[in-house]
């Protein structure tokens, strides 16, 4: 017999592999709108028998109704009255799972495994929708353009933008979608909560990610204690950062360089004292054509 539609998911005892085998099977369902059972058998190395049971006894025991098998997808879809009981049904779970890839155990935050004495500080979620997120993966998956209406700080009124996306990415602090953008002719950045509901998929895109230089470009960057700081200062900023000889070196694409001298407060070192810069980008000459305003 199903359980009680509303009942914290929490108060069920579960084994761990399969509490994570339903929170993957919600999420996959709701932000892709496509669930099979090779999501469940790649994710967990189990046999089609095994992930089919999964998904039935999913349906049959705690969300009866939940999803729906859709012939032309050949797999699940999320029915209309789709609610979430082993997750929250927020886009950092799919986009979370994804960045982590194989580690599941980072890809849902909100499992509660840490120790009583530890915490964890996490950046504030943006808002962002399965209608948005749906369309933007299919069209990096299959290719195609996509029009959207997009605000942005240059231009807070949503215009219309044609955009061929080939990857989605997490910049450290937000999520944003890596497309050729045609009314600027050339790759841009869009943050994914800017893009308005229902983007419309159209016809295939001819610019894609082999194209896109700066994704290509791969960059090293050197991050050093600052030289303003004592010695004795730098060897603890050093040690702080795992640094090798004094120094820290950062592999990344171009197109992401940016992203990560924000993160580590690498973009204005004259600016700020010492102490509160703490690390600088020590080969900044030579990476200086990939960043923003440091030409």
Known sequence: MARTAGKNA???PLRWDLLLRYRLIEVIALWEGRLTTNHLQRAFGIGRQQASKDINHY?????????EYD???KGYKPASTFKPVFTRGVADEYLQMMHAREDLSCAFE??????????????????????VLRPILQAC????????????????????????PHTVVHSGMRWHVRAWCEKSSGYRDFVLSRIQDEPDL??????????DDAWQERLTLQVTPDPRLSAAQQAVIALDYGMTDGALTIECRAAMANYIVQ?????????????????VLAN???VKGWLWGAG
Do not use: C
């Open 71 to 73: 012939r032309s997808l």
């Open 59 to 67: 349906l049959a025991e705690y969300a009866p109704g939940n999803l």
């Open 263 to 279: 993160l580590l407060r690498l973009d204005g070192p004259q600016h700020r004292d010492p102490e509160a810069q703490q690390v």
């Open 110 to 131: 909100a499992l509660d495994v840490r120790e009583l004495n530890t915490e964890a500080l996490l950046p504030p979620s943006r808002d962002l929708r399965p209608s």
């Open 284 to 286: 900044r000459d030579e």
């Open 10 to 12: 929490a108060d069920w």
């Open 202 to 211: 159209t016809l295939p895109g001819e610019h894609h990610a082999e194209q």
């Open 141 to 164: 998956r299959d290719k195609l353009r996509v029009e959207i209406q997009y605000a942005s700080l240059s231009n807070p009124e949503p215009e219309y933008r044609v955009i061929q």
